[in-house]
């Protein structure tokens, strides 16, 4: 399985600032409750065999705290990082967000030339955060990849069967996350859950 979650509250998150490019804002307190909290959940329900981050600091904050007792090494690796937000960087507008998420609409659809004005395409989006994640599906076992928001459920989206409304309606919200059974072809893998929505 991929045990894709979204990392902890983040004071950016607080500001409601679109913060994308590397290293980021920091885990706030109530972040890292939540990452500890996630842990324990992912731990006692499933058995990875490895957790890796985005290089985001955000990110790997919460590895380290929701799963550094459990492992010697939790890897930062590159392409994991969010959709960048391109000329919507740090800005936290009513019409920054509404431009940013705004576009996501294609990246849910499979629309490869979807584009995030100044940031990523979709295509480059999923040749990056592909080249982290499938050596990790090649490896075999169950792996949780500490990520953002955006970016698991635009991945979650293209890599499973999942409905493309059903991607763009089911926010994430922090610490919460998609599992996916990476079996067959990528674009028709099955999503186990997806937060705390019901699933058909």
């Given at each position: 399985?991929?045990?894709?979650?979204?990392?902890?509250?983040?004071?950016?998150?607080?500001?409601?600032?679109?913060?994308?490019?590397?290293?980021?804002?920091?885990?706030?307190?109530?972040?890292?409750?939540?990452?500890?909290?996630?842990?324990?959940?992912?731990?006692?329900?499933?058995?990875?065999?490895?957790?890796?981050?985005?290089?985001?600091?955000?990110?790997?904050?919460?590895?380290?705290?929701?799963?550094?007792?459990?492992?010697?090494?939790?890897?930062?690796?590159?392409?994991?990082?969010?959709?960048?937000?391109?000329?919507?960087?740090?800005?936290?507008?009513?019409?920054?967000?509404?431009?940013?998420?705004?576009?996501?609409?294609?990246f849910y659809r499979r629309q490869l030339d979807s584009l995030i004005d100044g940031g990523d395409s979709?295509?480059?989006?999923?040749?990056?955060?592909?080249?982290?994640?499938?050596?990790?599906?090649?490896?075999?076992?169950?792996?949780?990849?500490?990520?953002?928001?955006?970016?698991?459920?635009?991945?979650?989206?293209?890599?499973?069967?999942?409905?493309?409304?059903?991607?763009?309606?089911?926010?994430l919200p922090n610490c919460h996350y998609v599992v996916i059974d990476p079996v067959g072809e990528f674009?028709?893998?099955?999503?186990?859950?997806?937060g705390k929505y019901p699933l058909d």
């Amino acid at each position: 399985m991929l045990i894709l979650l979204r990392h902890g509250q983040t004071t950016s998150n607080v500001g409601r600032h679109l913060d994308t490019a590397l290293p980021g804002a920091e885990l706030t307190e109530l972040g890292r409750t939540q990452a500890a909290a996630a842990g324990r959940d992912i731990m006692d329900t499933y058995a990875p065999a490895r957790v890796v981050t985005s290089k985001a600091l955000r990110a790997q904050q919460t590895g380290e705290i929701g799963f550094g007792e459990y492992f010697d090494a939790i890897p930062a690796l590159d392409g994991l990082h969010e959709v960048q937000a391109g000329r919507f960087e740090m800005l936290n507008t009513l019409e920054a967000h509404t431009a940013y998420h705004g576009a996501f609409r294609g990246f849910y659809r499979r629309q490869l030339d979807s584009l995030i004005d100044g940031g990523d395409s979709l295509e480059i989006f999923l040749t990056r955060y592909r080249a982290a994640i499938d050596p990790l599906v090649e490896a075999g076992g169950d792996t949780v990849v500490v990520s953002h928001g955006g970016a698991i459920r635009a991945f979650a989206a293209n890599a499973t069967d999942v409905d493309p409304a059903f991607a763009e309606a089911s926010y994430l919200p922090n610490c919460h996350y998609v599992v996916i059974d990476p079996v067959g072809e990528f674009g028709s893998w099955r999503v186990v859950a997806w937060g705390k929505y019901p699933l058909d």
